[in-house]
């Protein structure tokens, strides 16, 4: 798709059962439900995944309260497990001068929702954009840490920003930085509004464009479901640390199985008013099935294509923020 690896990066909290050990401090999270005061112990998973072949191409597994996503995602970026000349689509909480920069010095593109406010903290604060409406601007600056005439005096030409050093971006040997940044606001068919960071080039990728794309990222949200709770993420056969993260790089290879099966399935995609799909929690049991020798390949395949959902764009829902408990290996059935 437009020449680019469409990939998404992003986190999700993976609840253990642990035991109520100091070693295992840093993993806990304290819940806010007032009926329940048993802390929770939780992983924080960053993931980038491929949002046209539906499969991870790298993870980090880290503790819960310290974790930094974009620091991990720094990280991740630097071991290169994932395909060149990417595109980077990432939700709120990524937009970072240094991230932009490193996926810049690589050769990839990036697209990051960032808040769309000019509040305190905001990334928007301080650009010469306007408060109403939507825009599309494209600018160019030397940013930098450093505070002195020059800088004051020219305004349109330098940008201070408050930042760590980074061998991308600025650091002792390299006090000024020369970036081109795209800022786009749109505006959703509800009202919302929504302000996208991107360094693709307007003439190919117009705000509809981006719009779409930034949609796509969605996939990585339902592939979270789909490994929690159709491929029993969250039901756990053990409690030490390793052994857990064992089991957590397992259902994701798992999951990367199943994506990779159906795939390569052959099928009719138009049937009448909707398009169709294979139906991933049904297509993850076949493998699984598969994995312990109770089917065979064409059994796998056939009872893939037996059950079929079709492909209904554009619904939305509100969105369950409920806390779930650890399954406790005494209940576990998988």
């Known amino acids: 798709m437009y020449n680019l690896h469409i990939l998404s990066v992003d986190g999700t909290g993976v609840t253990v059962p642990m035991d109520r050990i100091n070693e295992n401090k840093e993993y806990a999270r304290v819940r806010t439900n007032k009926d329940c005061t048993r802390p929770a112990y939780q992983f924080h998973v960053s993931c980038i995944y491929d949002l046209i072949n539906e499969r991870y191409c790298d993870a980090y597994i880290e503790p819960f309260r310290t974790h930094s996503e974009t620091h991990v995602f720094s990280v991740m970026l630097e071991r290169k497990n994932f395909p060149q000349k990417a595109l980077f689509i990432a939700d709120r909480g990524y937009e970072s001068y240094l991230l932009m920069a490193q996926i810049q010095h690589d050769g990839n593109y990036f697209l990051i929702r960032a808040r769309e406010d000019f509040g305190q903290g905001s990334m928007i604060k301080g650009y010469p954009f306007p408060r109403d409406g939507t825009f599309d601007k494209t600018v160019t600056y030397n940013y930098t840490k450093t505070q002195n005439k020059r800088t004051k005096a020219n305004p349109e030409l330098y940008k201070r920003v408050a930042t760590r050093n980074s061998p991308y971006f600025i650091n002792k040997e390299r006090p000024y ?13 509800n009202g919302q509004k929504e302000c996208l960071i991107t ?24 592939s979270f479901r789909l490994i929690k709770y159709s491929a029993n993420l969250l039901e756990f056969h053990s409690k030490k640390i390793e052994f857990l993260q064992q089991e957590i790089w397992a259902k994701m290879i798992f999951y990367n199985f199943t994506t990779t099966i159906t795939q390569h399935l052959r099928y009719k995609r138009d049937r009448g008013k909707y398009q169709y799909k294979p139906n991933m929690t049904n297509a993850l049991q076949m493998c699984k099935d598969y994995l312990r020798n109770a089917k065979t390949p064409n059994d796998v395949e056939g009872h893939i294509l037996m059950e079929m959902t079709p492909i209904r764009d554009g619904r939305s829902f509100k969105r369950d923020k409920s806390r779930h408990q650890s399954v406790f290996t005494t209940f576990r059935h998988n």
């Open 199 to 222: 360094n693709l080039p307007a003439n190919k990728f117009p705000p509809e464009t981006l719009k779409k794309l930034y949609c796509i990222r969605w996939k990585i949200e339902t």
């Open 177 to 189: 930085v020369k970036m081109t940044l795209r800022f786009v606001m749109i505006v959703l068919p």
